[in-house]
């Protein structure tokens, strides 16, 4: 099972990429779990200064911005693979 996190502040921006991530789940059809962080101090142990960030299995795939829908799609896909 693919493991993604969102860290971000509780604002639009990390609102908008949990959306975009669970349309993204939905039309995979991967089975995932997606946790949502918005704590600080986890984020800068995990390196993040400028939230919102994505993390697909434990690699960082965005940070500072919302992904593209086609992104996240390639990122399941890629885990798909494995």
Excluded: N
């Excluded at 990429?17 to 089975?31: D, G, H, K, N, Y």
């Amino acid at each position: 099972m693919i493991r993604i996190i969102v860290l971000g502040l509780e604002d639009d921006l990390c609102r908008e990429v949990v959306r975009l991530v669970a349309v993204a789940v939905v039309e995979s059809e991967v089975p995932v779990v997606v946790e949502t962080h918005t704590d600080f101090e986890q984020m800068i142990a995990r390196g993040v200064y400028a939230p919102p960030a994505v993390f697909v299995d434990g690699v960082l795939k965005s940070v500072g911005r919302v992904p593209e829908q086609a992104e996240l799609l390639d990122w399941l896909s890629a885990c798909r693979v494995r």
